[in-house]
């Protein structure tokens, strides 16, 4: 990355950076993407953009019918930011549309390794199916699982984000954050 950049490129950077996606802003200077990034980074630029007509058009379109990572790459967001759009446009949950979560992804939402799923949670219940080399749990497999097997998880360890919207899990997080917390007491005593 050069080390001064024109008067042009950083005008064209702080005009079009929080508005477009970083890569449209990369080809409009003749930069890298991740040069763009760091350098409106390093000047405090953000690209928190708005959600355009057309993104949620597209977003309302493929509901149902793509993965939030699908819909999440084509638009250039984060997964959070798209499942954050999903609840704040109303459109329902995930469960209502029956979506396949990988294994990897359960795995990182749970805050439990892969094996843990395989060996431990499907012994008590969790349904994993094959999509070619890929292991895939139901979203609402998962709910189901957890839902009615409290004492395999713990809440603490999960990405809250994910499943606050749900009651039960709030009523969990809580309970599993009052028990650490009373045995970090218990340490000290």
Known sequence: MPKALSKEKQEIIYKYYPVLKPQEVADMVGMKKQNVVAWA????????RYWTKEEEEYLISRYGRSTVRQVSKYLGRSYGSVLNKINHMGLGRFVDNSIDLSQAEVSRLVGRDKETLKNTWVKYGLKISKKGRFSMIKEQDLL??????????????????????????????????????????????
Not at 156 to 168: A, I, K, L, S, V
Not at 175 to 184: L, P, T, V
């Open 144 to 189: 189901d699982f957890m839902k009615n097997n409290p004492e395999r998880w713990d809440a603490t360890q999960c990405e809250t984000w994910y499943f606050e919207r749900y009651d039960w899990f709030q009523k969990k997080h809580k309970e599993d954050f009052e028990r650490m917390c009373a045995k970090r007491w218990e340490k000290k005593v």
């Open 41 to 48: 980074y390093k000047h405090g630029i953000s690209n928190n």
